[in-house]
């Protein structure tokens, strides 16, 4: 990648490109304890195909709190997703089966039957539908994003930048410094060292469509509150990794900073009051490296009540479950309790008020867990190093686990490194993962009716995303379109069925 702007929108189908029928030549990845692989600081984009080694009790406000598992039983699922179609699932479509190579402009293997196109990149400006481009350059290292309606029928992609410290001074010194001049006035945040201005691409941002799926307008949606670099004198840098979608149609962003990251909630539509002035929640409470949110509002003794689930990306980050007295914008800020998974033995657990409880048992059982979503009286969560999916039964109290791909995987390709985000679908029969690290990394998806995981698309074995990151899957409301990223290349993928049906 070069940085340059998306002028023209790549579009490629399966129809009469090269299929690659064969498994994946990849050896087997063997994860590591060792973080993401970083650039170094003379490179604007990572080498891809150089071979390296991969290396207590808390009530948030109020008086006393229910413990309330006890009379939770499963109603209809509720999805996150600001609209859930009614109509019935479509045949079940075989991903992975054949997987075609899209030629080196996109440089992945999608599964035969989709179509892919780009449709934004890192440091280039937006094109929007009418041929205009954006006065934001595209974000940074994408990472966590969900989808939500509007009024008008159209539809927001609210997108994470991952951007830290580190990635701000070695990608910015090479890349960004002829824009020092343009960018002087720009509502960028800005950090000058020298005689360099690095141009800041970090919070959250929204990609808007209209209602036929045209992308009309990109922005920051949150910048710059927390502070994460001891040299900064304000912070610049969030980090905002994960999160998840609530009922009431508004986005929480959670940053991964070790003691002070927090969780903020962020209202994508313009017409709303809180639009202009997200806010911090208290899922978050003191801070930590926090990733994904799940929420559950099934519980049919307290209708006016959810719960929400938040994982932690470290070695002995506690699931938290935070019980809101109320629901809407302001419940995730006025009060509620906090409890905490603890694994009791190999197949039941609890919710501990004790957080020490709670972080002994993910050391033990479930260190460093990443995406997480909540179906049907069930919590699905995955942690990365160990490549396991929990399955957690909310009623019974039971948990069963079990290896993300791998010999679970059908058909082509690789899924053998780290899994990262879930999300479901509207339908519920597919729940969707992204991958962090290895030869390929790729999206996939799990068939909730034979448990086995499928290849959506992955990027060629050893080919330019070696090593890299496959980030922000998400479905748009009519499920006619699925977006994913892959975050060190900055690149934005836009995927549809070939035979006109939505995914599920």
């Not at 790549?10 to 087997?28: K, Y």
């Not at 440091?123 to 994408?142: A, C, I, L, P, Q």
């Not at 945040?189 to 307008?217: A, P």
Request: glycine share 10%; with cysteine; hydrophobic share 35%.
């Amino acid at each position: 990648m070069t940085g340059s702007s998306v002028e023209v929108e790549t579009h490629v189908s399966g129809a009469d490109i090269l299929n690659v029928s064969s498994q994946s030549l990849a050896p087997t990845y063997a994860p590591t304890y060792a973080p993401t692989y970083t650039p170094t600081a003379s490179t604007y984009m990572p080498t891809y195909v150089q071979w390296k080694e991969l290396s207590d009790t808390q009530v948030v406000s109020g008086a006393d709190f229910l413990d309330r598992d006890a009379t939770s039983q499963p109603l209809s699922p509720t999805n996150a997703t600001a609209d859930v179609p009614t109509s019935a699932p479509t045949e079940a479509f075989p991903f992975g089966q054949e997987l075609y190579y899209t030629g080196d402009d996109l440089g992945i293997q999608v599964s035969r039957g989709l179509s892919v196109k780009l449709i934004a990149e890192t440091n280039g400006k937006v094109v929007y539908r009418n041929g205009t481009k954006s006065s934001e350059r595209f974000h940074w290292m994408m990472d966590g994003a969900g989808i939500v309606s509007l009024p008008n029928g159209g539809y927001v992609y609210v997108s994470n930048s991952e951007e830290d410290c580190g990635y701000g001074g070695k990608y910015y010194a090479s890349a960004m410094y002829e824009f020092q001049v343009r960018f002087t006035f720009s509502t960028h945040n800005m950090l000058i060292l020298g005689s360099l201005i690095f141009i800041v691409s970090i919070g959250v941002y929204g990609l808007y469509f209209d209602e036929t799926g045209h992308i009309v307008d990109y922005k920051a949606l949150l910048t710059g509150t927390s502070s994460q670099c001891a040299y900064l004198p304000l912070s610049h840098y969030r980090r905002n990794c994960g999160g998840g979608l609530t009922p009431w149609h508004t986005y929480i962003s959670c940053e991964e900073v070790e003691s002070s990251g927090q969780c903020w909630q962020i209202d994508p539509n313009p017409s709303n009051q809180h639009h202009s002035s997200p806010k911090k929640t208290l899922l978050g409470g003191n801070g930590g490296k926090y990733e994904s949110v799940a929420v559950d509002n099934t519980n049919p003794n307290m209708p006016i009540f959810f719960i929400f689930f938040l994982t932690e990306d470290i070695w002995n980050g506690a699931l938290r479950r935070f019980t809101a007295d109320g629901n809407g914008w302001d419940s995730l800020h006025n009060g509620g309790a906090m409890r905490y998974l603890q694994f009791i033995n190999a197949t039941t657990f609890q919710w501990a008020a004790s957080e020490r409880a709670g972080r002994q048992s993910a050391e033990m059982y479930y260190p460093n867990a990443e995406g997480i979503s909540y179906h049907d009286g069930r919590l699905y969560f995955v942690a990365k190093y160990m490549q396991k999916l929990f399955i957690l039964d909310l009623n019974e109290k039971t948990y069963t686990s079990e290896t993300t791909g791998g010999h679970n995987l059908s058909g082509r390709g690789s899924f053998n490194a780290q899994p990262d985000q879930i999300a479901f679908g509207a339908t519920k029969r597919h729940l969707y993962l992204t991958e962090d690290g290895g030869l390929s990394p790729g999206v996939f998806v799990r068939d909730m009716k034979d448990g086995k995981y499928y290849t959506i698309f992955q990027g060629v074995p050893g080919g330019k995303y070696y090593d890299d990151e496959t980030v922000g899957v998400a479905l748009t409301p009519d499920r006619m379109r699925l977006y994913a990223g892959i975050q060190d290349a900055g690149v934005l993928f836009e995927l549809s069925r070939d035979d006109g049906m939505p995914f599920e």
